[in-house]
């Protein structure tokens, strides 16, 4: 009975949460709730990935109409791993999320923060389950409204305009894809998207399908920031709440990514993306992405603004796994999306630590904190290396399989802007780690003691998580091999 | 060529409302002026999908004596929802210029620019 209908519960169960939670008295009792449902979520979204875990599908039809007619859930590895990562991280970050949130935002509206938190959340799940792209955009909406709002609840006056440029860029990203499904559907008559692919094949050169792709594309591009549309980011990750980073950071982006792939891959296909060369686009947008977001990092002098960089040019690693076009490049893409969330998660609950003792994530107020927080600085360092990707940690598995997938199609020029881009992460982590741990400690601040538990034990559980998955591989790249096959995409040949 | 012009004519003004929607948002530093220009750049999608539902000589979708051709509801529907999005975008900018006045005094882009870079 639950098992059949697992796919549409991770979706309202959440979603009926949401009103619940907003009606439930003020403190700690929504945030108990609210960390019930999630956890909840968290292991439903396991159950199913082992389920669609030997390749298999699940096909659930909403309100017992048949697609391509009705809203059909189409589930595979890529779909039900995107899921795992987004409930995982809400279900980590919701007790890091207690005394942060407490900190932060005004008791009287904590009720309506974890409701809002709740539907960015059913938002997210929402796009990483559907299977029909007009769905996919109200789900895309849905999750954009609420961070909005969730960004706008920073304490200090500028998240309020991080939020409303955040909420012009996003409308604008958001009317795009309107815009983009329109044309699509205008041409094939259908918003199914395994009935979208049977139906744009004959006809993909058509001037409209162009026209549409073009705008998909555009509007998918300004919601995972890939650069030149990048600007929003820094400004929206810098001034949210501190749990809000943590979460943002760690899933928005990497779903924008996973609805790419799906609109790329699954809609259109991979022979669409040759004949257009946008694997070419996508390689050069990657290519100058991870550099320009990665020297952005080293100009500045706040550790949210440089993890907020740090994060636009991982995104753009990402961009440059598909601009491959093969197994191996969105193999890199898909393991990188998981390995990602487990390192900026860590860092951004890092820096939240920080805030929430020193009040400011800027260098000139935490010089030397890091001899007084070991503990925080040791996940800084170490998930920092993932960062960077040194062996032993998960980001050296992206890094890897990212180099490979360039090295296979001799792109020995992208291979060497990956190579730099790692250069030029160990430049923005060292002055996180000198200005933490060998500055010397302006005078005139009082000590300060280490974060508490609560906020250690999340943070350090995804710093193991990273040292984890650096070294046993299993899950992770299996999981992206099957969902990179069923994506129809084949390894590279000559 | 003057019969595509004219026979089209919903989508010129889909085009026109479109750029000038679009444009409003980039170039204006009015936070207010930005969030109208958003609402015609969204209203212009609305009239592309309700264009494209329209069937020749077709009749409103309800069944009845004598009437075969239908306009496909589909479109009509799907762009009630993109309504209801619009109206919530439109109403969570507005209350964040609302709270934005009460923080900087001001809903000027550039004065807001200044106000922050002189802290």
Known sequence: MIEQNLCLLLVVIPLIAAPVTAMLPAGRTPWFFTLTITWLCFVLSIWQLTIVLDGSTISYELGGWAPPWGIEYHIDALNAFVTLIVSGIAAITLPYALRTVENEIQRRDTSLFYAVFLLCFVGLL?????????????????????????????????????????????????????????????????????DLHQRLQPILDHRTVHTGFIFLVVGIALKLALFPLHLWLPNAYKYAPSAISVFLSATATKVAVYVMLRIVFTVFSIDFLKITSTEFIFLMLGAFGVLVASTGAIFHYDIKRILAYSSIAQVSYMVLGMGFASTLGVTATVVHMFNHALMKGALFMAAGAIVLRIGSSKFENIYGIGRQMPWTFAA?????LSLIGIPGTAGFISKWYFMLAALEQQAWLIALVILFGSLLSVVYMWKIFE???????????????????????????????????????????????????????TAYHE | MIDTIIGHYNYWVVILLMMAGFYTVINRGNLIKKIAGLNIFQTSVFLLYISIGYVNEGTTPIIAEGFTRYANPLPHVLILTAIVVGVSTTALG????????????????DEIHDKDMSL
Request: charged residues 10%; neutral net charge.
């Open chain 1, 126 to 194: 929402g796009i990483a389950q559907t299977g029909d792209v007009f769905n996919l955009f109200v789900f895309l909406e849905i999750s954009s409204l609420s961070s909005y709002v969730l960004i706008g609840m920073g304490q200090r006056r500028r998240a309020l305009t991080a939020a409303y440029q955040y909420l012009i860029m996003g409308s604008i990203g958001a009317t795009f894809l309107l815009i983009g499904i329109g044309l699509i559907y205008a041409e094939t008559g259908t918003l199914n998207m395994q």
């Open chain 1, 380 to 384: 800084i360092f170490i998930a920092g």
């Open chain 1, 435 to 489: 200005a933490l741990f060998f500055h010397r400690p302006t005078n005139t601040s009082p000590p300060v003691s280490e974060a508490p538990l609560s906020l250690l034990l999340p943070m350090w559980t995804l710093v193991l998580a990273n040292i984890y998955f650096g070294i046993n591989t299993d899950l992770t790249v299996s999981v992206a091999e099957t969902a990179v096959r069923l994506l129809g995409i």
């Open chain 2, 94 to 109: 507005l209350a964040l210029v609302v709270r934005i006045k009460r923080a900087y005094g001001t809903i000027e882009e």
